[in-house]
């Protein structure tokens, strides 16, 4: 790893990166003790990343902290902790942020620009939120799972159920959030292969099914005894339905486990986020142009798309490139006119 460019060690004169830390920390006492122990456990973290740059916290001083000390600590969490741990990153990120910050009002840290760091620290995150991702081919084994479960292994309502989720999330590449807040009039009961829908950012759009979730949808509604208004449902629970059925009507963290209980049982890593992506892929890779995929799946901006899926652009430009350049050996073949 780059750690970057660090200043020239200047003995007696700056604290040691643990005495800053220490010092800081008694410099905040006046905090909650929970927002010093947020603080105190980014740092004890950021010893730690220190440490495997070859930096040692108890002997460098403050001018060895690395330029990019910031984005760098942020990279290094993310590949530590994983991108479902957002959350625990941007914890152990405010209490380096704080830190710097202390050190700059103090004049200990000249070498490390601020405003540079939080701007590079922006960019590096929207790469790494945007970046291309991994499309799981196996998906239509989950749901040819849940097909294929037969009543005996679960009540039949909830295979039904399951079966017209998946295939939904198959067909539609909709969000979960999306699935679960669906009507059963905005398809009206699974004679109507399309629906308005407000998506993420309260966009509405408009988003298709094919036969197959249709025919899962009319079989599960046709098996329910209820004029409930939800499209899914939680079956057997006590408790008052609420107006319409709403109270019953199913979470989007419900939608989330569906998929990994399926999964598991088809020995398949995966989500529901992981169905976008596959239909993005699909879709782009049988000619859909970006424009078209953003409409499709609702993102709220066309950057997102081509900062997710560009390189199918790419690609498409290249096989267009390959099959109508001309090389020069085939040009030179063709009979040109008396020179």
Known sequence: MNSGTRFARRPGRLPTINKAIGDFL???????PATRSTYATGLNAFRRYLEDVGIDSEL???????????????????????RNRLATVDTYLSGLSVFLRHLASEELIPHISLERSQAQLRRVKVERTYRTPQVNP???????TANRTRPGQQPEIRILRDRAILNTLYATGMRRTEVASLNRIDIE??????AIITGKGNRQRVVFFDQDALGHIAAYLEKRDDNYAPLFIKHFVTGKPGHRGENLRLSPQSIWLTVKRYASVAGVNASTHDFRHLKATTLLERGADLSQVQDLLGHTSPEITKKIYAHYSIEHLRSAFDRFSQPLSEALQKPHGKR
Do not use: M, W
């Open 26 to 32: 008694d410099a905040i006492r006046a905090k909650s």
């Open 189 to 194: 009961a699974g004679h109507r292969d399309e």
């Open 138 to 144: 196996s998906l239509a084994i989950i749901v040819e």
């Open 60 to 82: 460098d001083d403050v001018g060895q902290l690395p330029r990019r000390c910031l984005q760098e600590f942020y990279l290094h969490l993310v590949d530590r902790h994983g």
